[in-house]
């Protein structure tokens, strides 16, 4: 980075912060600071509440998705569109009518209180943790690539989130989302155009995406039912509503951004604002991530995309072994070049099935290089794969033998495994490595501003959502002694600076998985489908009372972590399970209660 990517960087930044600190001085008042005075316009709504999706994760990890697994991605978000016309129905009415400053006040009035205390504390565990990890994601990804302590840049990410968000609350994390979303679209519309002129000139857009179709990225719809399939029009549709209905409906750090609304009318279109975007912004993303794909048919790409990991290897005993690897790449790479370039000028089913081929066979030296990289940094790793080999071999005698093909499967496990380590796995890598080593200087200190405002767009809602249901649901319903405005304003400062520190921590503890945009959808998946039921509940099921409803909570939160934790089916249908469970179960423990509460 030189000079005038950390002018951009910084100026970005100083300016968001110092803009959200000063617009939103002075508030006084719960209704000002917790509801932002219920002031807000339709377009700051649903900027606000796209910026609360858009974390850093959502740039650097679906990127990477697209580069390495295509569109198909797009699907999970089909279900927002008729989450968001059922939200605008039911949900936002009903809260408005209430005048409530959490979603989580209507369920004591509809149920009890332990119901309300139960569902805001798995709302503080769920979102505490995402907290952490939005923090955590580009942190790390920054500390590799540009050499950065991994815990002070947690710390300065942390830290100038907690500045604006205690000074104006609401209002504040509003505000500066405006600026944080023309940031991000300034960006990645910048890096599009830009990874367009670096393609060869006689690739056409056209062309780049005929090149990415016949290498299988292009494919968008997935209309299967196989349940191993974590991405298809049924999971978007059907799973995806769920989770949707349950994060936009239920989930603090997004029903806050509406309930600043100045009318029902505002938050209505403020939130079909959000679901007719919400689709083209994500395809858009994954377009930008595609481009990259087809520009790297064109220019050598690493087997890793973690300088730093490939450097361990090659100093390592594996060295020898992963130099043939890049050699055997640097031999598939002019070969893909060429039969790229006669897809461009003549599209034909030959040169499609010989891209398709060529780049099946990159996805295995990658998955080698994966494979070498975790024996490099874990040596007991090695030990093990060595011993299981050994075990693999001696039984190769008897191939039909139930022992062997149960080894033999151990050891593929044991390999798949390599490439979640969070040294190995580069898919989040990708696209800011891409950024530093082709983009122009200046747009590299735009883009890492873009990275770093999406962090911090999402921090900052989080935080202001878990200080709100702590301070409302948790602090005041619990204490016994009437205290004024003044008072409350002061105590969710100190829980936002509190949750802000607990945030921090979480980043300097967490790790890396599979991919980091999974991992927030997966603990998401977790909670959401039980809270979203308690809620259909209070809203549909009359009859249905207090105890029944947290009962059916207690045992379907631990179903859920159970059935998750035994992998029986892809994280997303996790939400249209634990909504079903709740609600089932609800209504067979009331009809079984002898005495209704």
């Not at 593929?412 to 495994?417: A, G, N, P, Q, V």
């Not at 999406?454 to 204490?479: P, V």
């Not at 029944?548 to 939400?575: C, E, K, R």
């Amino acid at each position: 980075m030189q000079a005038l990517d950390w002018t951009v960087l910084i100026g970005t930044l100083a300016a968001i912060v110092g803009y959200g600190t000063w617009k939103t001085r002075g508030s006084k008042n719960a209704e000002d600071y917790i509801r932002g005075g219920s002031t807000t316009k339709w377009w700051t709504i649903g900027l606000s509440v796209m910026a609360t999706q858009a974390s850093a994760i959502t740039f650097l990890s679906t990127t990477g998705q697209a580069f390495s697994d295509g569109m198909g991605f797009v699907q999970f978000y089909f279900g927002v569109p008729i989450a968001m016309v059922i939200i605008c129905m039911v949900f936002i009415p009903l809260y408005h009518k209430l005048k409530v400053y959490t979603a989580y006040e209507f369920l004591e009035n509809r149920f009890d209180l332990k119901t309300r205390s139960l569902t805001a504390i798995l709302f503080l565990i769920q979102r505490g943790l995402a907290a952490g990890i939005t923090i955590f994601a580009p942190a790390i990804i920054l500390s590799i690539v540009l050499g950065w302590n991994l815990v002070t840049l947690n710390i300065i990410i942390g830290v100038l989130v907690i500045i604006y968000t205690v000074s104006g609350g609401t209002k504040a994390v509003s505000v500066t989302q405006k600026q944080q979303m023309f940031v991000i679209f300034a960006g990645m519309f910048a890096a599009l155009f830009i990874t367009l002129d670096l393609i060869p000139d006689d690739i056409s857009f056209t062309s780049a995406l005929d090149i990415a179709g016949a290498s299988g990225r292009m494919e968008v719809l997935d209309f299967s039912f196989d349940l191993d399939n974590r991405y298809t029009i049924w999971t978007g549709i059907i799973g995806g509503s769920f989770l949707a209905l349950s994060y936009f409906g239920t989930d603090q750090s997004q029903v806050q951004r509406y309930l600043s609304g100045k009318s029902v009318k505002e938050m209505r279109w403020g939130m079909m604002f959000n679901g007719l975007l919400k689709v083209p912004m994500q395809f858009f993303i994954l377009l930008v991530g595609i481009m990259v794909f087809v520009f790297y048919q064109f220019n050598p790409a690493p087997l890793n995309f973690i300088d730093a990991s490939t450097e361990k290897v090659l100093a390592s005993e594996y060295s020898d072994e992963y130099k043939t690897l890049q050699e055997k790449q640097a031999v598939l790479f002019e070969k893909k070049k060429t039969v790229s370039l006669q897809l461009a000028k003549s599209y034909n089913d030959a040169d499609k099935k010989n891209l398709l081929r060529l780049d099946s066979i990159e996805k295995t030296y990658r998955a080698e290089s994966k494979y070498l990289i975790k024996r490099t940094i874990d040596p007991e790793y090695s030990a093990d794969y060595d011993k299981l080999s050994a075990e693999v071999l001696a039984l190769a005698k008897n191939p039909k033998s139930e022992e062997y093909i149960a080894k033999k499967a151990e050891l593929k496990t044991l390999y798949k495994s390599s490439a979640k380590d969070s040294e190995t796995n580069d898919r989040d890598y990708m696209f800011i490595s891409f950024i530093l080593k082709y983009l122009p200087h200046g747009l590299i200190g735009l883009l890492l501003a873009v990275i770093l405002s999406a962090a911090m767009s999402s921090t900052a809602s989080e935080i202001n959502a878990l200080a709100t249901i702590t301070s409302i649901d948790l602090y005041k319903r619990n204490l016994k002694e009437e205290k004024d405005d003044a008072h409350y304003v002061k105590a969710t400062k100190m829980f936002t600076l509190g949750w802000g520190i607990v945030a921090i921590i979480i980043a300097c503890f967490a790790s890396l998985a599979e991919n980091l945009i999974q991992l927030v959808n997966i603990i998401g998946s977790i909670f959401y489908g039980n809270v979203l039921g308690i809620f259909l509940l209070a809203f549909f099921f009359k009859k249905i009372k207090g105890n029944a409803v947290f009962t059916g909570a207690l045992i379907t939160q631990v179903l859920v972590i159970g059935i998750w934790y035994i992998d029986i089916m892809p994280f997303l249908w996790l939400n249209l399970v634990g909504c079903v469970l709740v609600i089932l179960l609800a209504t067979i423990l009331q009809m079984t209660q002898r005495k209704v509460v």
